[in-house]
């Protein structure tokens, strides 16, 4: 079975610094990998996914993140936080078969200071 | 741009009656899914749904829920007997045909809140 670990429940950074979100999976077959937003009150929107192809994936808003396997981490990058950034991020797996269900992590909000 | 949409936004119901949360996917979508978000906690994987049937559930999914697509373009979860503990958030989602590495477009879900 796959599973997602986040490091850091709660990250603060101030305006105009990295944000670094950290993702680690662990899978038997090959992962799928997403990272969703989720801004309060509001469902899940989508920022970007990793599927076999380039391992560096740019998403919406200027985040990205890199899929290292030697690693099997997937972490979320920004080089510059703006305070609209403020949100819970969540890491998630999904593999080939069955239901392609998502496993998700257990988020981690993220705190964005002036 | 095509969404999937849920109603209610909020539900409100006593311990032990029946809830039926309502989902329109989109419409060109094959493959249909249930989460639940307890407060504070991890979206959990409840059921999917594909070709008339579900294709996996999770332990949380026992015989007191239930899906149908009763129509061309609704897929519902029904809770037979609501407890304390499903009070939560539910998502609803789908996507489309291809691998699993297509996207999942998420509803705004249902809050549920069981008294």
Known sequence: AQSVTQLGSHVSVSEGALVLLRCNYSSSVPPYLFWYVQYPNQGLQLLLKYTSAATLVKGINGFEAEFKKSETSFHLTKPSAHMSDAAEYFCAVSVTGGGNKLTFGTGTQLKVEL | ?115
């Open chain 2, 1 to 115: 741009e095509p969404e999937v949409t849920q109603t209610p936004s909020h539900q409100v119901t006593q311990m032990g009656q029946e809830v039926i949360l309502r989902c329109v996917p989109i419409s060109n979508h094959l493959y249909f899914y249930w989460y639940r978000q307890i407060l504070g906690q991890k979206v959990e994987f409840l059921v999917s749904f594909y070709n008339n049937e579900i294709s996996e559930k999770s332990e949380i999914f026992d015989d007191q829920f239930s899906v149908e697509r009763p129509d061309g373009s609704n897929f519902t979860l029904k809770i037979r007997s609501t407890k304390l503990e499903d009070s939560a958030m539910y998502f609803c989602a789908s996507r489309g045909a291809g691998g699993s590495g297509n996207e999942q477009f998420f509803g705004p879900g249902t809050r549920l809140t069981v008294l």
